[in-house]
């Protein structure tokens, strides 16, 4: 069976959204974990709370997405600027402590529709969808807060510049297992935000980018990348 676009089951995600700041996520069944999530403290009880574990907030006014992470590399090449925690922390450069498709639903409670992910077959056609704005907010060594785009943090290793393209909301997949009828949101392995083309990413960059290991053109700036364990957040908004 062919996979689908994410649909009413992330619609139900998104009426969480919008009513119930603090609930648990009704949804595709989560990827495989470690460990039980733990509750941390609601840092922006004024915002709304897509779930009681996830840490992601909805800031209705300012049409914003905030997602809490921290930094687990901060050097070497990357494919996914951003996967959910244990997932694929080996090659992103933040690990967010909710699930991506939370942060599916929190972008479509402030507006934003999905296009639809990269293909490759019968030849590549890049991701479509609205941009998407990232910015990273976290607390220096002296306690200062700082903030910059998430670009700034990934090095182009042929021009030696930070990334210059924005990311697009490509929406992932939804794959129904034909035999029990359960579905699995697919960026839930890891392809939360990607710097590599793949068609189960989130947010995906519009422009042709490798996953072959030999071929990976973006690696964390270092000396930009704060420490890693350094608590981050994520700020996303509609694109320019």
Not at 22 to 38: I, L
Not at 153 to 181: C, E, M
Not at 216 to 231: K, Y
């Amino acid at each position: 069976m062919p996979p689908s676009r994410p649909s009413a089951v992330l619609a139900a995600l998104l009426v969480i959204a919008a009513c119930h700041c603090g609930a648990a996520a009704d949804g595709p069944p989560e990827a495989p974990q470690a460990e039980t999530p733990v509750a941390r403290p609601d840092r922006h009880p004024d915002l709304k709370r897509l779930s009681k574990t996830g840490e992601v907030w909805i800031d209705p006014i300012r049409k914003q997405v905030v997602v809490g992470a921290k930094v687990v590399l901060d050097k070497g090449p990357i494919e996914v600027f951003a996967c959910p925690e244990r997932t694929k922390e080996h090659e992103a450069l933040v690990a967010t402590r909710s699930l991506a498709q939370e942060v599916h639903a929190a972008l479509l409670a402030i507006g934003l529709e999905p296009g639809r992910p990269v293909r490759f077959d019968p030849q590549y056609a890049p991701a479509q969808g609205p941009k998407v704005k990232i910015i990273m907010r976290w607390k220096d060594a002296a306690g200062g807060m700082q903030e910059c785009r998430a670009q700034e943090w990934i090095r182009n290793t042929k021009t030696d510049a930070h990334l210059d393209a924005d990311w697009v909301f490509a929406g992932s997949i939804l794959w129904k297992d034909p035999n029990d009828g359960s579905q699995y949101y697919q960026a839930e392995g890891g392809d939360l935000v990607c710097v590599s083309n793949f068609p189960a990413a989130t947010l995906d960059l519009p422009v042709e980018s490798s996953q072959s290991n030999e071929a990976l053109l973006f690696e964390a700036f270092a000396g930009r990348v704060p420490p890693r364990d350094t608590e981050v957040e994520m700020i996303l908004s509609a694109g320019d």
